[in-house]
């Protein structure tokens, strides 16, 4: 059996070997994992053994965030546009979360990490939702950082319910039109209890949103890395942390 050493022994060592505790640390950072099958391709290997490496640049991200008192990391993990790829390689994706909690979920618990998901949960596979939700589960009293997993998520598919949802709480409760408002529209989104994400980071190279957090990435200060993600390592995360704190965000004022 292999010893897992956790990264930090508990919650109060973790604090206080915490480097960042100024405002420059993002509170939420939301990140677009792509390059995965670039990344095998280049080494001749199937595209799915790069979703699979994948899973150790995940928990390397993580810990680095746990260190540097991220709130908040979302992971654009399933799109609702990946149902398009070849079934064996969405079945292969589909199991990562499992085999992702099977392997880090007593080291997550044991640094205080709580796991949260957004996405319609409901349309994938059994054994997918049964582990995500047995995780939420195992680490709902925990308050160090949320590790959101962003499954089956596609933020148009998100704003088209948020908006039936709201129409029809609002027929119900003879609400005018003039009385829907920004936090309003906010309440009714999977995120409604996360703050917005201050940060985004894509690897791979490329440079767009693909239908991710729309809404919420209104004032985000992105980072693009050419990285294929399973490459993208502690190092890169804080070359992403640093060019944040150069940054001046002035949400459109002076
Ligand atoms: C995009 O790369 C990546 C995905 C669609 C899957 C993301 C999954 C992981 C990173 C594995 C970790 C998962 C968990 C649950 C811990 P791509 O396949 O589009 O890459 P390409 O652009 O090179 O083809």
């Not at 960042?20 to 053994?49: C, Q, S, T, Y």
């Not at 948020?162 to 408002?181: F, H, I, Q, R």
């Not at 490329?206 to 993600?229: H, K, M």
Request: with cysteine; net charge neutral.
């Amino acid at each position: 059996m292999v010893m897992k050493i956790p990264f930090f022994n508990s919650y109060k060592q973790m604090n206080e070997a915490t480097q960042f505790h100024d405002d420059h640390v993002p509170e939420h950072i939301a990140i677009i994992m792509d390059g995965n099958g670039r990344w095998a391709k280049k080494r001749g290997l199937p595209r799915v053994a790069g979703h699979k490496e994948g899973i150790s640049a995940v928990i390397k991200i993580v810990k680095a965030a746990v260190k540097c008192n991220v709130k908040v990391l979302t992971l654009y993990t399933f799109s609702t546009e990946n149902w398009k790829r070849p079934k064996s390689e969405v079945d292969t994706i589909l199991r990562l979360p499992k085999e992702f909690l099977h392997l880090y979920l007593p080291e997550l618990i044991s640094n205080n990490v709580r796991i949260e998901a957004i996405g319609d949960m409901e349309n994938l596979p059994s054994h997918t939702q049964e582990a995500i939700q047995y995780a939420i589960n195992r680490t709902r009293d925990n308050d160090g950082l949320v590790l959101n997993f962003a499954l089956n998520y596609g933020s148009r598919h998100e704003l088209l319910n948020a908006m039936k949802a709201m129409l029809k709480d609002m027929n119900e409760a003879k609400l005018s039109p003039d009385e829907l408002d920004e936090q309003m529209v906010s309440r009714y989104l999977y995120t409604s209890n996360l703050p917005e994400p201050d940060l985004l980071i894509r690897t791979g190279g490329e440079r767009r949103l693909s239908n991710f957090l729309l809404w919420q990435l209104a004032y985000t200060e992105f980072w693009f890395s050419d990285v294929f993600w399973p490459d993208f390592s502690e190092k890169e995360f804080m070359e992403a942390l640093e060019d944040y704190r150069q940054r001046k965000r002035r949400y459109g004022g002076l």
